[in-house]
Each structure stands twice: as structure tokens, then as C-alpha cells.
């Protein structure tokens, strides 16, 4: 049975957001500020029984700067403010009590190679006259996969082509041959459907109909896996994580010409 670790929150990048004075001016109604030190953790887990860590780390190109943060303040009366960006974060004077501060990259919804998409979220009190600092966390909110092929695959099919679908509709065609591909974020708890086709080194050419393989989580790496049945078999094994699909050839076709 698989079994599923939370990553702990690692930091990959760390922000100071605003000066580090600890008094402020104070006009006379209990007002402080805030500075944020933000660090934004690559770890995601990978549902793999086979491997004895089942964590691994996203691509350092995939962890966005955190001056590119957006940054929402709340209050008990509602929004208080908003910044798209950190680096226009100005450490506005607030009325001494309980606050949110929710920090967000990306758009939940978005799917594809560069859709990564970032949360985490902060609880402070600002004390008059003073400039707190309030420590916060972000970790990757949407889910991602990535193909690959086995070398027993690669040995016995000369050609091929995958396509990935997922419910909202993204779909991705794979036909390099790479041991595995470049990640795909998508969205947490959506379906994934395969369809495809490959080419034996002999001619024989096997196609499989689309076919629902899983279901994604959130802050999880997936992985598809390629794989060939045995030498004298037509027939091409798909793993989703570490769980075998059946996946029923609808088309096969032999060359005439191969031996």
C-alpha cells in the first residue's frame, strides 16, 4: 500500500520585507507595523513504495523570488490591504490588533510547464509603536507529474507518442525519447487521462485508447511510467506512481515487411 509523507517546509529563498527599526511613530491611536520574512520550501511528496525517501525537490528555476509574492492583509473588519507584488511593500502603519497575512504566487488556475502555484498564510497582532517581524512559510498549493520511459521500453519501441490530459483540459503530447520529462504542474484533485501509441523495433505498432490513470494531490509529485511487456509480447505496461493500469490496445498493426 502506498503510504504518503508531508514534506516539511525547507527554505529555499528568505525575505526580509521593509526596514528592521523596532519603533515606529506612533500619531497618537496605537498604531505598529509589520516586516515579513518569507521562505518558500521545493519539497513535495512523491508517492513512490519502491524509494526510501518518498520526498523530492522541485527544479530551483520552479521557486519563485519572493519580492515577486503577492501579499493580502485582513482584519477582523475585512481586506486592509493588498500588494501584487513584495517589492511594493511599504510597512503601512496599522491599528494595534489581530491580523492575516495570506501570500500567494501563480494562479490556482492555470495548468502547464511554468504553472506552479504557491500559498501560505500568517497570523500577528501588531503592538503600538513597534515593527514586528512575522516569519511565514509558502509551500506549493497545485500538483504535478511527469513521464517516463524505462529502458526496457526504449529497447524494444523505436517510436511513440503519449498524450496526458487532465479534467480542466490541458493536454500534453509527449513523443521525445527521454528517461523522463520536464515537470507539469497541474491542478490538485483533477483526473488524469492517457491515451497513446508506440512502435516496436520488429513493425508492430500498438494503440491504446484514452484511459483515466489517477487522481493528483496536492504538494505531490506524480510520475507516469512506460514501461514494455515481456520480449515476446505485444503490450505496454502503465504505472501511475507505483499502481499498474490496464490499458487495452484498440489497434494492431504489423508490418509486412518485418521479420
Known amino acids: 500500500m502506498n503510504t504518503k ?3 516539511t517546509l525547507l527554505t529555499a529563498a528568505t525575505f526580509l520585507c521593509g526596514c528592521s527599526k523596532n519603533d515606529v511613530s506612533d500619531p497618537g491611536n496605537g498604531q505598529g507595523a509589520v516586516a515579513f520574512t518569507c521562505s518558500i520550501s521545493g519539497t513535495v511528496d512523491e508517492i513512490a513504495t519502491s524509494k526510501a525517501d518518498p520526498q523530492r525537490e522541485l527544479p530551483s528555476e520552479c521557486i519563485p523570488p519572493t519580492e515577486q509574492l503577492s501579499l493580502v492583509l485582513s482584519s477582523d473588519i475585512g481586506v486592509v490591504g493588498s500588494y501584487e507584488v513584495m517589492s511594493d511593500y ?25 504553472a506552479c502555484y504557491f500559498t501560505g498564510s500568517t497570523d500577528f ?16 498549493a497545485n500538483s504535478i ?5 524505462t ?24 513523443d521525445k525519447p527521454v528517461s523522463e520529462t520536464d515537470p507539469i ?3 490538485a484533485g483533477t483526473k488524469l487521462f492517457l491515451s497513446g501509441k508506440a512502435t516496436k523495433t520488429n513493425g508492430v505498432e500498438i494503440e491504446f485508447q484514452e484511459t483515466e490513470i489517477g487522481t493528483t494531490a496536492t ?19 502503465i504505472l501511475f506512481n507505483d499502481s499498474l493500469i490496464t490499458a487495452d490496445p484498440i489497434d494492431v498493426e504489423l508490418n509486412p515487411d518485418a521479420e
Open 5 to 7: 509523507i508531508y514534506a
Open 90 to 114: 511599504d510597512q503601512p502603519l496599522l491599528t494595534e490588533g489581530s491580523y492575516n497575512a495570506a501570500f500567494s504566487y501563480g494562479d490556482i488556475n492555470q495548468e502547464g510547464p511554468n
Open 125 to 140: 497582532t501588531i503592538v503600538a509603536r513597534k515593527t514586528i517581524t512575522q516569519p511565514v512559510s509558502l509551500a506549493l
Open 145 to 149: 507529474y511527469s513521464l517516463t520511459c
Open 151 to 174: 529502458d526496457w521500453f526504449m529497447k524494444y519501441f523505436t517510436d511513440y507518442e503519449f498524450t496526458v490530459r487532465t479534467e480542466s483540459g490541458l493536454q500534453t503530447t509527449f
Open 185 to 187: 504542474f497541474i491542478k
Open 219 to 237: 504538494r505531490t509529485w506524480h510520475t507516469i511510467t512506460i514501461d514494455a511487456g515481456e520480449a515476446n509480447e505485444v503490450s505496454i505496461n
